[in-house]
């Protein structure tokens, strides 16, 4: 019925949404068409169609001729009248955008960029808005959060329900050998395996049999139980006896199999890191109940606990590790932020967060749309004032091949020092690019190399952005570009670029140093097997772009960058993991 | 003769009898093994798995199940040869003069050997083939029983037919109808031999003292840490890396490890980095680089690794 349900569930607080439900709302735009309307323009230019000429309105053709005639004797310029502006620093190798005029031009017409402190749109405003609780939009990241928490609940169902039919199966055998190992009944014939009842004499036997005991560790939790080396075992198990041995490691592992697998990440995060620390901690519990204080320590096996200390769910509980702190002089008001845990009430609206910059594990747990702390929230009431308050701490990132194509390709952006703020010119941003591009960057003066990085790189970025995709980079899928038809925003990424310099020119084998160089440029068959199965696993194809890299010239320091990216070629080959046994009809 | 069927009797019952160390033909640039013994010691006491690249007679339209021959990794060859397990026989440059020339005594020894061979064969197949009767009448034997005490009466129909069945269904599959199907008379013609090797009759060239070890790639440094903390390996290709590393025998584990091995000031790209931890946590294993130190003070080896997994998965 409702084509924006989140718009449904936002409103269903306010109470006069609530006293008129039969009242048919205006049907706003579909996601799609915001979407299309938002980033309707492909590329940051203007462009002056002719009118559409309507048969019955004869009128029209004198519209279209008039818009002809505008553009014959006064041609309009396609760009914007004020260009974008960007910053050039070469000590950051970047280019920065600050204004947000370019900042919300540049990545909605076109998707240049991203936001220093996001994933790609710049969103860390609308996120610490949210954070604070005076804005309600909806991120990407928050998105993306979302679905890896949700994939994460997954894997810990899955980890539990796989465990609990592995219990099941085990009790079941375990019945299954009680009832071999109990006497013959008369009634019932005695099967042949009773001959030779299970029998923990030989020491042989009893490791077998402590080892079968084990659980297999399927759980972090298990595994960091588990001894390193068999030597470990054997050493534990060399002072005493036979029999004793094996009771002894039979009493270890009957002393873990309580604990729980953990089943949730609050619960992962709550494990200790060792041996060590399940004891430090058994014993803190066991000293504050003799001492009959009212402390409470969140403790990894939340099963423990229950049994020991009543938890109350509603006071806090403070995690410190290893010395207890009494709650009154908790980190609370050391660093003023820290939170409430709550190791037993593993909700899905608390989520925990860890930071580890100092030796011991601070953790706090937040609502999301609360504010960090309780003492804090009436300091938040008014969300006007934190609007004010908050200042942009993001800045808008370009790539040099992504501001070197609009600058030089397109001419929208106009880039300016960032130390002098004077416009650089084409020639002078070719090279200082070509200096930033490696790391560490050349010193100047810089002899042009026909395979230079970043002539190679800028020239498939050129490519590809002149027959229309949206190009981004792709180090994420280890990949030099990612091609999206439209954008990000509406689809993902359709296929992924590798740059090869391919060094074919005669001159490139003349003689035995430039031959051994080119073969130093050669990629090995794993790495593309690699590569291949990567953006296999993303589902998106490989595209191995080879740039026919011509031989050097000599005045080819001082030519115009017309003339230098005119003498090299791009060739295309799309490759596909392809098995016969799967691809079989 | 008496002696080398011994042997064989001997080669035939288990792997223990492989004396160290063993040959590995070198042909056409592959190192290859083409005795089943050996392969399986070394795969038992040296950790050292190989690849079957050979065809299987009966199943040839498959290659997901393969034969012998077994292909060394280069690696994996110098590895042995190290460890003075193995030695590498070009296989070619001593076949080719010895075989050419082989007359006299020798030749006949030889040609005596695969007679022996055919003729052992032959035997096997025989009995085989006389087990199989046996069974098979014993089942009718079985059957005409059971009906017999079903129907008594009408037993002296029934039997003429179902033996003709029975025998029909026993040699109908196996061999065509003949007038004269006696065993006998076929067993004197062995069957036809193709030896996997030639070794038996031209005795194998002394074992070399300082030879020529393998080439090998940079990676194998790391290859011998591996071997040397009891891991298994297999070629790595179809996982973008140098060798998986298995913790046991690969017919028991999943690989725990990609490993790829670098110089120890070898620049590695980031992009390798990014995609090989990504690979190698998509598949649930570890993605472990290694390299040598070039100036290590400590004893023997000074191969480290690190091992990297993508976070955001």
């Not at chain 1, 747990?365 to 804090?376: A, D, G, L, Q, V």
């Not at chain 1, 010239?553 to 090299?568: P, S, W």
């Not at chain 2, 042909?27 to 950790?47: K, W």
Request: a neutral charge; proline letters at 9%.
């Amino acid at each position: 019925m409702e084509n924006t349900p989140q718009v449904v569930i936002q409103d269903a607080g306010a109470p006069a949404e609530l006293a008129a439900p039969k009242q048919p709302k205006p049907r706003g735009p579909s996601k799609a068409q915001q979407l299309n309307k938002l980033y309707s323009l492909p590329a940051p230019l203007r462009t002056f169609p002719l009118p559409t000429f309507l048969p019955q309105n004869p009128l029209s053709l004198l519209h279209i001729a008039y818009a002809w005639a505008k553009q014959v004797i006064a041609p309009e310029s396609s760009h914007f009248p004020e260009l974008y502006e960007a910053f050039f620093s070469p000590d950051n190798r970047c280019v920065f955008v600050l204004e947000e005029r370019s900042v919300r031009g540049l990545w909605e017409q076109g998707f240049y960029g991203k936001g220093s402190l996001s994933r790609s749109e710049p969103s860390w405003l609308d996120r610490e808005k949210k954070r604070r609780g005076a804005g309600k939009a909806l991120t990407s990241e928050d998105i993306t959060r979302k679905r890896r928490e949700e994939r994460q609940q997954t894997k810990w169902e899955r980890a539990r329900k796989e465990r609990e039919a592995i219990d099941a199966k085990l009790q079941e055998e375990a019945i299954a050998a009680f009832s071999l190992q109990s006497p013959p009944s008369p009634t019932q014939p005695t099967p042949p395996m009773l001959d030779r009842p299970p029998t923990f004499s030989s020491w042989h036997e009893g490791l077998k049999y402590v080892y079968a005991s084990v659980a297999a560790p399927v759980t972090p939790e298990y595994l960091l139980k588990l001894p390193n080396s068999p030597c470990d075992v054997d050493s534990k198990l060399c002072v005493v006896g036979a029999e004793q041995r094996v009771e002894k490691i039979l009493l270890c592992t009957s002393k873990f199999s309580p604990a729980p697998a953990p089943v949730t990440p609050e619960r992962l995060l709550g494990l200790p890191n060792s041996l060590h620390d399940i004891g430090v901690k058994v014993i803190t519990v066991e000293a504050a109940l003799s001492n009959k204080e009212p402390l409470i320590y969140t403790l990894n096996f939340p099963a423990t606990v229950t049994k020991d200390v009543s938890i109350d769910d509603s006071e806090p509980v403070i995690d410190i590790d290893p010395l207890p702190t009494p709650l009154g002089t908790s980190m609370e008001e050391a660093n003023g932020a820290a939170e409430i845990v709550l190791n037993g009430t593993a909700n899905g609206t608390h989520r925990r967060k860890s930071v580890r910059f100092s030796p011991t594990v601070e953790e706090t747990t937040f609502i999301k749309s609360e504010p960090p702390s309780p003492e804090r929230a009436a300091q938040h009431e008014n969300a006007a004032e934190v609007e004010v308050a908050i200042q942009n701490q993001e800045h808008y990132q370009l790539t040099l091949e992504e501001a070197f194509f609009l600058s030089y390709g397109l001419g929208t952006l106009s880039i300016k020092s960032a130390a002098t703020g004077l416009p650089i010119s084409a020639s002078e941003m070719f090279t200082q690019f070509r200096t930033c591009y490696r790391f560490p960057p050349k010193q100047l003066p810089l002899t042009l190399e026909p395979d230079d990085p970043f002539v190679i790189s800028y020239l498939v970025y050129h490519h590809f952005r002149s027959l229309g995709w949206v190009v981004r980079g792709g180090i994420k899928f280890s990949v030099d570009f990612l091609l999206y038809l439209r954008g990000p925003v509406f689809s993902h990424a359709e296929f992924a670029v590798i740059i090869l310099p391919s060094y074919t020119d005669p001159h490139w084998s003349s003689t035995p140093e430039l031959c051994a160089y080119v073969a130093g440029k050669e990629r090995s068959w794993s790495w593309l097997h690699c590569v291949n199965r990567v953006i296999t696993q993303v589902q998106k194809t490989l595209i191995l772009v080879y740039v026919e890299i011509p031989k050097p010239q000599d005045d080819e320091t001082n030519m115009a960058v017309d003339k230098i990216l005119r003498r090299y070629k791009i060739r295309e080959i799309v490759l596909k993991r392809w098995l016969s046994n799967r691809s079989r009809d | 003769m008496a002696k080398a069927d011994i042997e064989d009797e001997h080669r035939d019952v288990g792997s223990d009898t492989i004396t160290e160390p063993v040959s590995i033909s070198l042909i056409a640039g592959r190192y290859l093994l083409f005795d089943i013994n050996v392969v399986t010691y070394l795969r038992r006491t040296h950790n050292i798995c190989g690849v079957l690249i050979g065809g299987i007679p009966q199943i040839p339209q498959q290659n997901v199940f393969l034969g012998l021959p077994l292909e060394l990794l280069p690696e994996e060859a110098r590895l042995l040869v190290e460890k003075r397990v193995a030695y590498i026989v070009d296989d070619t440059a001593w076949h080719k003069p010895k075989f050419s020339t082989l007359s006299g005594e020798e030749r006949r020894r030889y040609l005596d050997s695969l007679r022996e061979a055919g003729l052992k064969s032959k035997r096997a197949a025989d009995e085989g083939a006389k087990k199989r009767q046996a069974h098979g009448l014993a089942k009718e034997a079985a059957t005409r029983r059971a009906k017999g005490a079903l129907k008594p009466d009408s037993d002296e129909k029934d039997i003429p037919d179902s033996a003709k069945e029975v025998s029909d269904s026993l040699f109908g599959d196996e061999r065509p109808q003949s007038p004269t199907p006696s065993t006998i008379s076929v067993s004197n013609k062995p069957h036809a031999i193709t030896p996997t090797t030639t070794y038996p009759p031209l005795s194998l060239p002394d074992i070399p003292t300082e030879e020529a070890k393998p080439p090998v790639p940079s990676s194998y440094p790391l290859f011998t840490h591996l071997h040397s903390r009891g891991y298994f390996t297999t070629p790595g290709l179809r996982f973008g890396c140098d060798y998986t590393a298995y913790p046991g025998d690969p017919l028991r584990f999943h690989s725990h490890f990609l490993a790829t091995g670098y110089g120890w000031e070898e620049e590695i790209p980031m992009l390798d980095i990014v995609g090989g931890g990504r690979l190698g946590t998509g598949v649930k294993k570890g993605f472990l680089i290694g390299g040598a130190e070039s100036e290590s003070s400590t004893e023997g080896d000074n191969v480290r690794t690190f091992c990297i997994e993508w976070g955001g998965m």
